[in-house]
């Protein structure tokens, strides 16, 4: 099961929760109901929807219209909130979520993944290391152009291009992916590094296999 499919059947069981408690309710604001457990569950649609759409999507935008309308019970809110949780679990299911420009920039990793193992197949796990860092480190900067990460730093009036680490930091900071990818991408830059500088050496030709695999993983989780 692939992330997106995960996010849609989370959905689908909130979705799926509603409409239990919908039927428990003898009116449609679900106003008869322990206003903390009717709380609870937009509380939980709300955070459902916000972990699978992009930060600037409908979906979140509709999620923050629905909660600041006034005139709404809660029930009323998650009767809202439930109907974009369903829009999203079928985009979601169907692909829709991923730009043309994502699309694109997928494709291209991708064959530069897929070099990168048959670099690796043909006894070349040095290059296949290198190839496949590479990409990493371009997908990451291009993370950073889509969620407003300066890709610059400027000293002295001089500006350079940040290094790919540091860039890593920074994409945890501003919640992009977990802790945890960023300590995948730090392992895989060192691999990178490690055969760039000819430390041929310190890895083997496995370690090259689960690189290529994570970093096709990250990169599809993490659509740029």
Same mark, same amino acid.
């Given at each position: 099961?692939?992330?997106?499919?995960?996010?849609?059947?989370?959905?689908?069981?909130?979705?799926?929760?509603?409409?239990?408690? *919908?039927?428990?309710?003898?009116?449609?604001?679900?106003?008869?109901?322990?206003?903390?457990?009717?709380?609870?569950?937009?509380?939980?649609? *709300?955070?459902?929807?916000?972990?699978?759409?992009?930060?600037?999507?409908?979906?979140?935008?509709?999620?923050?219209?629905?909660?600041?309308?006034?005139?709404?019970?809660?029930?009323?809110?998650?009767?809202?909130?439930?109907?974009?949780?369903?829009?999203?679990?079928?985009?979601?299911?169907?692909?829709?979520?991923?730009?043309?420009?994502?699309?694109?920039?997928?494709?291209?990793?991708?064959?530069?993944?897929?070099?990168?193992?048959?670099?690796?197949?043909?006894?070349?796990?040095?290059?296949?290391?290198?190839?496949?860092?590479?990409?990493?480190?371009?997908?990451?900067?291009?993370?950073?152009?889509?969620?407003?990460?300066?890709?610059?730093?400027?000293?002295?009036?001089?500006?350079?291009?940040?290094?790919?680490?540091?860039?890593?930091?920074?994409?945890?900071?501003?919640?992009?992916?977990?802790?945890?990818?960023?300590?995948?991408?730090?392992?895989?830059?060192?691999? *990178?590094?490690?055969?760039?500088?000819?430390?041929?050496?310190?890895?083997?030709?496995?370690?090259?296999?689960?690189?290529?695999?994570?970093?096709?993983?990250?990169?599809? *989780?993490?659509?740029?």
């Amino acid at each position: 099961m692939n992330i997106e499919e995960k996010l849609a059947v989370r959905l689908d069981e909130l979705a799926q929760q509603y409409r239990s408690i *919908r039927a428990s309710s003898k009116y449609d604001d679900l106003s008869d109901l322990p206003e903390s457990d009717v709380h609870r569950q937009v509380t939980l649609t *709300r955070a459902a929807i916000e972990r699978s759409a992009p930060k600037e999507s409908a979906y979140v935008k509709q999620v923050e219209d629905i909660l600041t309308r006034k005139n709404l019970f809660d029930g009323d809110k998650l009767a809202l909130l439930v109907g974009v949780a369903e829009s999203l679990s079928i985009d979601l299911r169907a692909g829709y979520l991923k730009t043309v420009e994502e699309l694109i920039h997928g494709d291209l990793f991708s064959d530069f993944l897929e070099m990168a193992t048959h670099l690796l197949d043909g006894g070349y796990k040095d290059a296949a290391a290198v190839v496949c860092g590479s990409t990493l480190e371009s997908h990451v900067r291009q993370l950073c152009i889509k969620h407003g990460v300066s890709t610059t730093t400027t000293t002295s009036g001089k500006t350079s291009s940040k290094k790919a680490d540091l860039l890593n930091s920074e994409l945890v900071k501003a919640n992009v992916y977990s802790l945890l990818d960023q300590k995948n991408v730090t392992a895989w830059l060192d691999l *990178r590094n490690k055969a760039a500088h000819g430390h041929y050496g310190e890895y083997q030709k496995e370690q090259v296999a689960i690189m290529i695999s994570g970093v096709m993983n990250f990169i599809t *989780r993490n659509a740029a």
